[in-house]
Nanobody, 125 residues
Framework: QVQVAESGGGVAQAGGSLRLSCAAS????????MAWFRQTPGKEREFVAA????????YYADSVKGRFTISRGNAKNTVYLQMNSLKPEDSAVYYC??????????????????WGQGTQVTVSS
């Protein structure tokens, strides 16, 4: 079992950058594939990015490809989301998620077993 907690949210101007962190507890962090999702009021949670347990593969939503980068530091039990060229439509609560076994669809929310509480990102125009 793993617990995850996000940090690093805040306010940024359009075109700016933020880096989110997700710290995981437990000694088995290296066994988990990790992902970021986001949600705005009145909308379903949407996939942002995912990274395999070794960090060898990454996956992105089309809306963030080329602007966001997901990475992980297994020695620090942490996964990161570097967000550049931010847009107002990136404003959302960002959630970190973990899945122990592989999934056939990295963007499928229901495949992830563990979730953090979320961190708010607001991008002003």
């Amino acid at each position: 079992q793993v617990q995850v907690a996000e940090s690093g949210g805040g306010v940024a101007q359009a075109g700016g950058s933020l880096r989110l962190s997700c710290a995981a507890s437990g000694r088995t962090f290296n066994n988990y594939h990790m992902a970021w999702f986001r949600q705005t009021p009145g909308k379903e949670r949407e996939f942002v990015a995912a990274i395999t347990k070794t960090g060898s593969s990454t996956y992105y939503a089309d809306s963030v490809k080329g602007r966001f980068t997901i990475s992980r530091g297994n020695a620090k039990n942490t996964v990161y989301l570097q967000m550049n060229s931010l847009k107002p439509e990136d404003s959302a609560v960002y959630y970190c998620a973990a899945v122990l076994y592989g999934t056939s669809s990295w963007s499928r929310e229901s495949d992830y077993n563990y979730w953090g509480q979320g961190t708010q990102v607001t991008v002003s125009s």
